[in-house]
């Protein structure tokens, strides 16, 4: 069972800056650097639906909800089994609790949809202020 763990949530103001990391663990011998897992990034404010934000496959091929792009960067670390994204010029509807998620196969376009994801981590707040 793959597992999953956030972190770098916080407070900022708008405008500001934030990093979260996701790592990776317990993947089976065979994947153990990722070869086979696309990933992602979603996010749920109180009282909405989880929405897909940033994706990556297996090549580095990323997908972004229209809300995001420009100002987030969803990256990947295989050697290390982390996803990170990268965001600035937060705006006040930035803020949710962020999760991220895997599944393994192979997008050309990595999806946005949680449907395609079976492994979830637990999440991490970001809260930003006006």
């Known amino acids: 069972q793959v597992s999953l763990m956030e972190s770098g949530g916080g407070s900022v103001q708008a405008g500001g800056s934030l990093r979260l990391s996701c790592a990776a663990s317990r993947f089976p011998n065979s994947d153990r650097y990722m070869g086979n897992y696309y990933m992602a990034w979603f996010r749920q404010a109180p009282g909405k639906e989880r929405e897909g934000v940033a994706a990556?496959?297996?090549?580095?091929?990323?997908s972004y909800t229209n809300s995001v792009k420009g100002r987030f960067t969803v990256s990947k670390d295989s050697a290390h089994a982390q996803i990170y994204l990268e965001m600035n010029n937060l705006e006040p509807e930035d803020t949710a609790m962020y999760y991220c998620a895997a599944d393994n196969g192979f997008w050309r376009a990595p999806p946005l949809s949680l449907s395609e994801y079976e492994y979830w981590g637990q999440g991490t707040q970001v809260t930003v202020s006006s």
């Open positions: 990556i496959n297996n090549y580095g091929t990323t």
